[in-house]
């Protein structure tokens, strides 16, 4: 739970008094390798923080699953339209691995961010943080070739490659394991 609290000091340094009472707001959980943090449709009223472990966000059409990211340990994360809205997520996180998250509930965030500027600022950079690397994502499918998107994969994220099975790299890359075998066997 120290290293949620120091994440956030990272993005916006947090008084004494606002970081115990975010302190004191968080929880813990453990999932199984498999096991869901969040469900397609229900309302994703937390934001997170992986102390342990690996997770992917997905939604499934009915026909082919979509990762939009995995998140490792030391990062923060939510299924940010349904955080804010609180309604129903068209996305699921489910852990890949045993993991550890530690974790805020949505309105004692919003609580926190109206008696504390200072976390409010945290909450903030941390929305636009999101909102860039969402772009970049949704800028990466649209604009660049699989080969290229793979390359990008292999220099942001190589270390996840010995964790991560190829079936969701390839649905991460929006491709067939067939393609990422090709291009695999190409470099």
């Keep these: 739970m120290i290293e949620f609290v120091k994440t956030c000091n ?25 096991q869901h943090l969040l469900t397609r449709t229900s309302i994703c009223n937390h934001l997170f923080f992986i102390d342990s472990g690996l997770t992917k966000t997905y939604f499934n059409n009915g026909e082919k699953e979509f990762i939009m990211r995995f998140f490792r340990e030391g990062e923060m994360f939510t299924v940010l339209d349904s955080f804010i809205t609180q309604q129903p997520s068209t996305y699921a996180i489910k852990a890949l691995e045993a993991t550890e998250v530690s974790y805020i509930e949505q309105k004692d965030l919003e609580e926190l961010c109206r008696k504390h500027h200072c976390i409010e600022t945290f909450f903030r950079k941390l929305v636009s943080i999101a909102a860039v690397n969402m772009m970049k994502r949704i800028s990466e499918m649209l604009e660049e070739n699989a080969s290229t998107r793979y390359a990008h994969f292999l220099k942001d994220n190589g270390h996840l490659l010995q964790r991560i099975s190829l ?3 390839a649905s991460y890359l929006g491709i067939t394991q067939v393609s990422l075998s090709r291009i695999r066997s190409q470099r």
Excluded: I, Q, W, Y
Excluded at 10 to 34: F, G, M, W
């Design 10 to 34: 990272r993005l916006s340094p947090l008084d004494e008094v606002a970081s115990s009472e975010l302190e004191n707001k968080l929880k813990t959980r453990s999932l199984k390798k498999d």
């Design 167 to 169: 079936g969701d790299l």
